[in-house]
């Protein structure tokens, strides 16, 4: 279990500009599909066990996610790590299964501005 205590405040002014983009954003169903261009040429993501290697892969399961569900997120909290690493704590409530849950965003930055690996957790 996830624990608020274990992040700072959410705060996006404190995030990689292509972090709280990508936050703030991804709820969006008619900006969903753009947030694969922030993602790095071989960056991979991994969902509900599911990994989408390449920006082509990314943009297909952004506009998958964006015609099936329909949900609002919550910045709840986030931390840094080595190595240009970025968690982000977020509630989603939507028409998913289960309605409402909280997720660990776990981003690394490459080249100072894309999403090099994202691996989206309970």
């Not at 996610?65 to 329909?70: D, L, N, Q």
């Amino acid at each position: 279990m996830t624990h608020l205590n274990d992040y700072d405040r959410y705060d996006s002014a404190y995030l990689p500009p292509v972090v709280a983009r990508y936050v703030e954003t991804q709820a969006d169903p008619a900006q969903r599909a753009t947030l694969a261009d922030l993602f790095a040429v071989g960056a991979r993501v991994v969902d509900e066990g599911i990994e989408y290697a390449g920006v082509e892969e990314i943009r297909g399961w952004l506009e998958k996610s964006a015609s099936v569900y329909t949900y609002t997120t919550t910045p709840l909290g986030q931390r840094s790590g080595d190595g240009g690493r970025w968690v982000v704590l977020v509630r989603l409530e939507g028409n998913f299964p289960g309605s409402v849950v909280d997720l660990r965003y776990q981003f690394v930055v490459v080249d100072g501005d894309r999403i090099g690996d994202l691996v989206i957790a309970i």
